[in-house]
Every structure is written in C-alpha cells, then in structure tokens.
T-cell receptor, first 109, second 113 residues
Framework: SQTIHQWPATLVQPVGSPLSLECTVE??????LYWYRQAAGRGLQLLFY??????ISSEVPQNLSASRPQDRQFILSSKKLLLSDSGFYLC????????FGSGTRLTVV | AQSVTQLDSQVPVFEEAPVELRCNYS??????LFWYVQYPNQGLQLLLK??????LVKGINGFEAEFNKSQTSFHLRKPSVHISDTAEYFC???????????FGSGTKLNVKP
C-alpha cells in the first residue's frame, strides 16, 4: 500500500533562519507531488507541484523553493524565513485524488 | 483554469440532523471533483470523488455527493450527522491529468449535541 511521510510535525524557527521540510512517498512510482500551505482560518494554497524528478512548478512567487531530488522525495526549503511563512504545510501525492501527509505546523518567531 | 467556491464558511447543525455543504465550481473543461475532511491539526482525508459514471457518489462515514453539471455543483450531504463529524470540509477540482488541484476555502461543520 502507498504511504506518505512528512516531518517534522511541528517546528518553531526564528525569522531569517533556513527551512527544510521533507516528504517521502512509499509504495508507488512516479507520483505527482504537491506542497500546500494552510494559513490560520484559510483554505489550502498550492505552493509547488512536481510531475517528475527535477520538474518543479511554482504556483505562487514567494520566499520558498522546492526540489525533487528523487522520484519519491519532495523537499520544501527557504533560505530566510519570514513571519508570514508561518502556517500548516501539507505534502500530498497523486494521481486519482490527493493523499495527504499529516502536515507540519511551522511557527516563525 | 478552474476555481471552487464553498458558499458557507461555517455550518452549525444538531446531532442526528441532516446536513448539506455546498460547493460550486467553474471550469472551461471537464473536471474531476473531490471532497476532503480535515480534523484539527491533521492532514486532509479523501471522503469521496467523482470521476465518471453515476452522478451520485457515496463516500466514507455515510457521506454522499451529487454532481450536477448544469448547475456546476457538487454538494456534500449526510442524512444524519454525529458529533464525530465535526471537522472542516474541503471541495476540490482537478483537470483530467490530475496535475493541479484547486481547493475551496473550506466549510467548518460544527455538530452540536
């Protein structure tokens, strides 16, 4: 069966520090992979999606970047975090409908 | 491009009452439709999806949704809700290639005893 792992579950980082969130998928090959952000009281904002290794589509220009170094690994990064980067970050894979990871609660202080 | 509108940000309902959560979409092409549920501090879980076939789709936890192409709607219903259904519900659409998904802003269902 397919599973998706996302870590860490919670993270508190100071403004200006770097960020690396990792997502891995098991039990499938060549999945579409996604990063979403959910700000408090708001819906899901698609940040990046990837249809293959090294292929990244950015939906919203911002302080974040994504990489897909391996088929089932998707990484969300930032060189310098802003307060506005706080939120709940969700990784998902497809096709056929998303399967979501359990999320990372990021608080930038 | 597609977009999704969830008309109600919050829906309060008493336990064992019926509920309908509304979802409308806009798209210039045919789409697939989905409903997800999110419990506090968790990821989203797929409730049901419409890909083709019967316009009435049954999902987990007793939920169902009906695809209405003429109304461009995909409303979610449950005939009798439980306290445990208290959560946030998201409607989503994607194109046939599943590359991009568009989510509504969510509806918080609050089931009261």
């Amino acid at each position: 069966s397919q599973t998706i792992h996302q870590w860490p579950a919670t993270l508190v980082q100071p403004v200006g520090s770097p960020l690396s969130l990792e997502c891995t998928v098991e039990g499938t090959s060549n999945p579409n992979l996604y990063w979403y952000r959910q700000a408090a009281g708001r819906g899901l904002q698609l940040l990046f999606y990837s249809v293959g290794i090294g292929q990244i589509s950015s939906e919203v220009p911002q302080n974040l970047s994504a990489s897909r170094p391996q088929d089932r690994q998707f990484i969300l990064s930032s060189k310098k975090l802003l307060l506005s980067d706080s939120g709940f970050y969700l990784c998902a894979w497809s096709p056929g409908g998303h399967t979501f990871g359990s999320g990372t609660r990021l608080t930038v202080v | 491009a597609q977009s999704v509108t969830q008309l109600d940000s919050q829906v309060p309902v008493f336990e064992e009452a019926p509920v309908e959560l509304r979802c409308n979409y806009s798209s210039s092409v045919s789409v697939y439709l989905f409903w997800y549920v999110q419990y506090p501090n968790q990821g989203l879980q797929l409730l049901l999806k419409y890909l083709s076939g019967s316009t009435l789709v049954k999902g987990i936890n007793g939920f169902e949704a009906e695809f209405n192409k003429s109304q461009t709607s995909f409303h979610l219903r449950k005939p009798s809700v439980h306290i445990s259904d208290t959560a946030e519900y998201f409607c989503a659409v994607s194109g046939y290639n599943f590359n991009k998904f568009y989510f509504g802003s969510g509806t918080k269902l609050n089931v009261k005893p």
